[in-house]
């Protein structure tokens, strides 16, 4: 078992605070890739995924990424941090928490793309301009603050 299913053997549905980070991924056309995941299910959002003990936020990102689209990730720059009240989440099986989410962007990545099915349901490049309407809500101002930066 990973880390956050020990904490939940533990303590079961009570809130908590974990750590997670995503990764917007840009192509030479400068489209994002974005995940249809299978939890929240059916919505669209970033790769990425929670830390593990001992884990950079970094090294979540990187491996998160890879588990979940089969990219290996160049260079990363981070681009911000987000928490809060609007953060908190309830999974589907009541588990409750509070995200805490360091974002990154790169445009180096090497590999191709492979689905996971524990984890997507498909990718898609997508124009900021033009993303798809059933985005996860924990995502949503994120990737409105990308689309104003660039």
């Keep these: 078992m990973g880390y956050v299913e020990d904490l939940r053997a533990l303590i079961g549905h009570r809130p ?3 750590t997670g980070c995503i990764a917007f991924i840009q192509n030479a056309q400068g489209q994002i890739l974005m995940q249809q995941r299978t939890h ?3 919505k669209w959002g970033l790769p990425g995924g929670l830390m593990e003990l001992g884990e950079s936020t970094e090294q979540t990102a ?3 990424v890879f588990e979940e689209t089969g990219l290996t990730l160049g ?9 809060g009240e609007k953060y908190f989440c309830t999974a589907q099986n009541g ?3 509070y995200v805490v989410t360091i974002v990154y962007t790169t445009n180096e990545y090497s590999g191709e793309l492979t689905i996971n099915d524990d984890e997507s349901l498909a990718f ?3 124009d900021v301009d033009n993303l798809p309407e059933n985005i996860a809500n924990t995502h949503r101002e994120i990737i409105r603050d990308y689309s104003d930066s660039v």
């Design 16 to 18: 908590v605070i974990l």
């Design 40 to 42: 929240p299910y059916k």
């Design 62 to 64: 990187r491996r998160e």
């Design 75 to 83: 260079k990363l720059q981070l681009f911000g941090v987000y928490s």
């Design 95 to 97: 588990d409750e928490f």
């Design 124 to 126: 898609e490049w997508f």
